[in-house]
């Protein structure tokens, strides 16, 4: 589980909690701009629900791969793919390589 999910589904209940408040206040203004706030919440929320997935590395093997995309100008998730790839192919044999 990602670690931001916790967190916006806490900002996201603090949103509806506050816009019921200010819907039972009669404070339109207010309900108008915390209903955008939980628009926003919510497509975040989606976009980290539909992440890649995340793997925890060493910190050694973390640092390498900062320092190796930044000597070669690479995205450190495709050098990421790029290293498990490898890995994989040498684990594998060509008649397993689709599993």
């Known amino acids: 589980m990602p670690r931001l999910l916790p967190l916006l589904l ?4 603090g949103v509806l909690v506050g816009a019921v ?3 039972r206040g009669g404070d339109g203004d207010l309900v108008v701009l915390l ?3 939980g628009v926003v ?3 975040a929320l989606v ?3 539909r992440s890649r997935h995340r793997i925890a590395l060493r910190p050694d093997l973390a640092t390498w791969l900062r320092r ?3 000597a070669t100008g690479e995205p450190a998730d495709r050098l990421a793919d790029r290293c498990v790839a490898a890995y994989r192919a040498g684990l594998t044999t060509a008649g397993d390589a689709g599993r």
Do not use: K, T, Y
């Not at 806490?10 to 209940?13: N, W």
């Open 47 to 49: 976009l980290v629900l």
């Open 41 to 43: 919440l919510a497509a």
């Open 21 to 23: 408040d200010a819907a």
């Open 35 to 37: 209903a955008a706030v």
């Open 68 to 70: 190796r995309a930044a």
């Open 10 to 13: 806490l900002a996201l209940l």
